[in-house]
């Protein structure tokens, strides 16, 4: 009966110091950026930053494309949203600065995001935005489905940074917006 209770008052603080899995940084070097090359499908993502979460709010699908830009630090972007209604296409650039593993998006209206692209399966994009003082992690992936695995790592990883299942936008395929040329990145 002692060991029971030992055990059982003692979980809640085994489980407070469960260390979290660290937000590793992916190295950019010459092989990095044509991995990242392509299509890829916003999935879910969190923030704490007001203008952020009022955008997450309005988005009901998204796919973009990273494609070369004129130099080799240069990422040029396309995106499909739904927002809300609408579909909008927004092409855009990004700055790759090696020497700190980010990357810097800058908006029509010249604002910046910055953003460190975190180490995990090749076929997702978890990017964790450190422009803001506030918490805002992304998730995209190759498919606009992903694995429950790959979701639970997200969700370990948003977890650490303390949100809620509650403060998590899911975009949907059934929003799904036209690709440009008629393409088709596997889609179903």
Request: hydrophobic residues 35%; aromatic residues 6%.
């Given at each position: 009966m002692l060991a029971t209770l030992s055990l059982f008052l003692g979980l809640p603080l085994a489980l407070?110091?469960?260390?979290?899995?660290?937000l590793v940084p992916v190295t950019f070097d010459s092989t990095t950026i044509p991995?990242?090359?392509?299509?890829?499908f916003y999935?879910?993502?969190?923030?704490?930053?007001?203008?952020?979460?009022?955008e997450m709010?309005?988005?009901k699908f998204e796919a973009f494309s990273f494609s070369p830009g004129s130099h080799e630090d240069e990422i040029n972007i396309t995106?499909?949203?739904?927002?809300?209604?609408?579909?909008?296409?927004?092409?855009?650039k990004a700055q790759v600065l090696q020497q700190n593993s980010t990357l810097v998006h800058v908006d029509d209206n010249g604002v910046a995001s910055v953003a460190r692209m975190i180490?995990?399966?090749?076929?997702?994009?978890?990017?964790?935005?450190?422009?803001?003082?506030?918490?805002?992690?992304?998730?995209?992936?190759?498919t606009p489905n992903v694995s429950k695995e790959h979701m639970e790592e997200f969700k370990a990883h948003l977890h650490c940074l303390g949100f809620?299942?509650?403060?998590?936008?899911?975009?949907?395929?059934?929003?799904?917006c036209p690709l440009p040329g008629g393409e088709d990145p596997q889609l179903g």
């Open positions: 407070a110091t469960q260390s979290c899995p660290p991995q990242i090359l392509g299509w890829w999935i879910a993502g969190a923030s704490r930053y007001p203008p952020h979460l009022e709010r309005a988005v995106e499909i949203i739904r927002m809300n209604e609408t579909c909008v296409m927004r092409n855009s180490q995990s399966d090749k076929d997702l994009l978890i990017l964790n935005h450190i422009s803001t003082d506030f918490p805002n992690l992304s998730l995209s992936a190759r809620t299942e509650e403060d998590v936008f899911h975009t949907s395929t059934e929003h799904a």
